[in-house]
């Protein structure tokens, strides 16, 4: 006796692409992470890391692009060595850089939410540049709104201090902003064609 069964769609296919792309997106991130060159006498790595956001939030938008970097984040917070120079645990967000890690998750939440205008991502061919330049630099506010208090508070100093201790990283950040929009502007090219 056979029986017939209706089709259900428990995921949309929306969803199913956002929830890809932000697993794809933790990785890179942990990827970039590892991409890092130590320097001892500020005790904080130059790395890659930042791009994670950046890209998180030009692409999948503000939900999607947060939720990417919460994955990042509680997969590192889990124990696996997805942070820079392969440090993992919960304690490293205790550290001096555990505030920049946090200011992450909310960089791809402001990254997506400017540039998209809103909880829906918009296609990245809707985006003009200018708006992309100004959301990954509203990111990379925010990651220093974050990550600078965390540290002078870890670290016993003030704030001004520890803007001083983040000085040499500045301008390499500032590049970086521009680096992912050209990032994403060559990739969106390269689909038009």
Do not use: C
């Not at 997969?75 to 555990?98: D, E, L, M, Q």
């Amino acid at each position: 006796m056979a029986q017939e069964y209706e089709s259900v769609e428990l995921v949309d296919d929306d969803t199913v692409r956002n929830l890809a792309g932000a697993a794809v997106l933790a990785a890179l991130t942990a990827a970039l992470a590892q991409l890092s060159i130590p320097i001892p006498s500020v005790g904080v790595p130059f790395s890659l890391q930042p791009f994670g956001p950046f890209f998180a939030g030009l692409l999948l938008g503000p939900l999607w692009g947060g939720f990417a970097m919460a994955l990042y984040l509680v997969a590192g917070a889990a124990g696996a060595p997805v942070f820079s120079n392969g440090a993992a645990g919960i304690g490293y967000f205790g550290g001096r850089t555990g505030g920049f890690l946090v200011g992450f998750a909310l960089s791809a939440v402001v990254v997506g939410a400017v540039a998209h205008r809103g909880i829906e991502p918009r296609p990245v061919s809707e985006l003009s540049v200018a708006v992309e330049l100004a959301a990954v630099a509203a990111g990379l506010v925010v990651v220093y709104a974050v990550g600078l208090p965390w540290m002078a508070e870890v670290l016993g100093i003030s704030i001004g201090a520890a803007a001083g201790i983040m000085a040499p990283f500045a301008v390499p950040d500032v590049v970086k902003v521009f680096v992912a929009v050209a990032v994403v502007e060559g990739g969106a090219v390269a689909l038009r064609e």
